[in-house]
């Protein structure tokens, strides 16, 4: 059985850090490309960062360039959102996305990614 789990979510103050980190069991996640997704109340889901399997291409939301950090150790089975300079709009749930997948470059749709985690509450305050 799949599972993918993240944690590292919580309160923070703005201008605050959080990192994330997303781990399977089940799979090999260094098989697999992986997204940060993330869901405010009434909104849709949006990808905030994506990475390859191999980790030599990332993406990652304008809003978020300069902030957030993805990265993945393949070795440790575990990709990481490292989050900085937070402000009270990047509230919201948090989710990791895993894609098998050997393409070049890292997909943004939650449509292509197949594996989902519970998602972890990221708040912030102003």
């Known amino acids: 059985q799949v599972r993918v789990v993240e944690s590292g979510g919580g309160l923070v103050q703005a201008g605050g850090s959080l990192k994330l980190s997303c781990t399977a069991s089940?799979?090999?996640?260094?098989?697999?490309?992986v997204g940060w997704f993330r869901q405010a109340p009434g909104k849709e889901r949006e990808c905030v960062a994506a990475?390859?399997?191999?980790?030599?291409?990332?993406y990652s939301k304008d809003s978020v360039k300069g902030r957030f950090t993805i990265s993945r150790d393949n070795a440790k089975n575990t990709v990481t959102l490292q989050m900085n300079g937070l402000k009270p709009e990047d509230t919201a749930s948090y989710y990791c996305?895993?894609?098998?997948?050997?393409?070049?470059?890292?997909?943004?749709?939650?449509?292509?990614?197949?594996?989902w985690g519970q998602g972890t509450q990221v708040t912030v305050s102003s």
């Open positions: 089940g799979l090999a996640i260094s098989n697999f490309a």
């Open positions: 996305a895993a894609r098998w997948s050997t393409e070049l470059g890292p997909r943004i749709s939650p449509n292509d990614y197949g594996y």
């Open positions: 990475i390859t399997r191999s980790g030599d291409s990332t």
